[in-house]
């Protein structure tokens, strides 16, 4: 009776490890949250990451996504730099993508005013703190760029013809070859703009812009998304 008992026993948990078996081999593999860090300037600062966001949660990927807006307005190259170097944010924050857009401010002609050579020197060890960033799985992120939006109006004492100059021969171009460089692939939102230029009155985009700016981002990120673990 008491052998009898031991085999229903036994019998009862072989059925058990079978099926958590088999609802392990038949369950989607639930994949881990995606953190995207927005990295720039006021345009950045306004409203695109948080599209960008809504974006994502209205496509349901499958996969938790955050986006996390690390924009500061009026900073140049060098002073976001500066930020990431003092705020230790890179410390304390998982990151997986970022998304770098500055070069607007550094065409200003007041003393914001930036060459091109230290616009690249600022931006490549933006990228390589960036990418030496270590996350808790020993994951590095991916870093993409984007150009800057075209300057359609001139402000006294801030943006002038020079700065519509610059943005199209240097800042921009700049942007491509760093691209190459550091193997980061780059968004054309110089384009977005220049198709669109209703989206682009003044130096920042209206609201419209600014949607259409994270709209082009998804479209980016869609397929890079799909295709990691």
């Known amino acids: ?14 059925l058990l490890l079978v ?3 088999i609802i392990r081999k038949t369950s ?10 927005c990295a720039g300037d006021s345009i950045t600062a306004a409203s695109y990451p948080e599209n960008l966001e809504a974006i994502f949660h209205l496509k349901k990927l499958g ?19 500066a930020y990431l170097q ?3 944010i ?3 924050t998982i ?7 500055l070069g607007t401010n550094d065409v200003r002609i007041d003393t914001d005013h930036t060459g091109t050579e ?12 960036f990418k030496s960033h270590t996350n808790s799985d020993l994951s590095h992120p991916e870093v993409f760029l984007s150009t800057i939006p075209p300057i359609v109006v001139e402000v006294p004492g801030f943006f002038n013809g020079e700065s519509k100059r610059r943005v199209v021969e240097e800042i921009n171009p700049a942007i491509f070859q760093l691209g190459e460089e550091t193997h980061c692939p780059v968004l054309d939102n110089y384009a977005l703009f220049m198709q669109n230029p209703k989206l682009l009155p003044e130096i920042h985009p209206n609201d419209e812009g600014y949607r259409a700016i994270a709209d082009n981002w998804y479209k980016m990120l869609k397929p890079f998304i799909a295709e990691m673990p």
């Open 19 to 21: 099926c958590v078996y």
């Open 90 to 92: 890179l410390d304390s």
């Open 28 to 37: 989607p593999i639930e994949k881990k949250g995606i953190y995207i860090v």
């Open 118 to 129: 230290q616009f690249y020197n600022n931006m490549r060890t933006i990228i390589n703190l």
């Open 63 to 81: 996969r938790k996504i955050e986006v996390i807006n690390r924009g500061i307005p009026g900073h140049t190259s060098g002073q976001y730099l």
């Open 95 to 101: 990151i997986n993508i970022v998304l770098l857009q």
């Open 1 to 14: 009776m008491k052998k009898k008992y031991i085999i229903i026993i036994i019998s009862a948990i072989v």
């Open 86 to 88: 003092k705020s230790k």
